[in-house]
């Protein structure tokens, strides 16, 4: 296996190679184990610097990616849009250059619209990882979650996966879309017809409106949030039916024909999607996702940081 990733950057999982995608794990896995050990740092990113710019609200992702970089030994830097000189017209090419003119090696961004990782990629010379672009993609999160299936089932390949949920402004399912499917998953998604892209057929992806019919074919069920935020229209009558109809609580878990892995890429809505004694049960991963996100994210700056030029 080659020991380089194919990209430069971190846009999306859409450019990566299967090969990419199991090279990070790889890394991951000795970076897992690297932070279970008493001296969890290592020099790898000594005399680097990488800058988390978050023009959107974030924990995980965030907290993750910075704790990655230290782990790492990089020098890290936080820029949050709010307080910043952005609220006072500054564009997001003249925020990052005069971040850039302090000489900074990586940039890790979340934005709120779709391809502004992917711009601000074509227009610097540092590497970008998108932490998040709207309702595109969040690569970094499809990464851990593939991940984190193949710590417990041994292997993502053969594996039936549903994405339940608001699939339509999620850039978690489009990620998780790709990366499955590249690492030989099938994938099914669920939810109100509303909340359910015309083109996931397209991509090869099963489409099913009933969440019983849907648990009782997977392996593994992915629940996502339903993001209001992103929500202009009213896509159903309200959270209370939304949740009769496709919340997983636990009376619906004990009635399946298998046990199943549960899995939330968080924030969670407990009570709206998930109940607390199924995000809390032994079928949930969900503290595994957060533990591993943060081995998965050391991985990707490492792997890129060696094809970027600036560190040997
Ligand atoms: N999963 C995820 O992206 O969470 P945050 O929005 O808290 O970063």
Redesign the pocket.
Known sequence: MSQQLSVKHLLGIKDLTKEDIELIFQTADNFKEVINRPIKKVPSLRDTTVANIFF???????L?FELAEKRLSADVVNFSASGSSVSKGETLIDTVNNILAMKVDMVVM?HPKPGAAVFLANHINASVIN??DGTHE?PT?ALLDAFSIREKLGTVEGKKVVIVGDILHSR?ALSNIFCLQKLGAEVMVCGPKTLIPKYMSDLGVKVEHDLIKALNWCDVANMLRIQLERQDIKYFPSLREYSMLYGLNRSILDGLTKEIVVMH???INRGVEITSDVADSKQSIILDQVENGVAVRMAVLYLLAQNSGFKQ
């Open positions: 959107e609200n974030s924990t995980r992702t965030k993750s979340r932490a998040g969040h999160q978690v890429p968080g924030p």
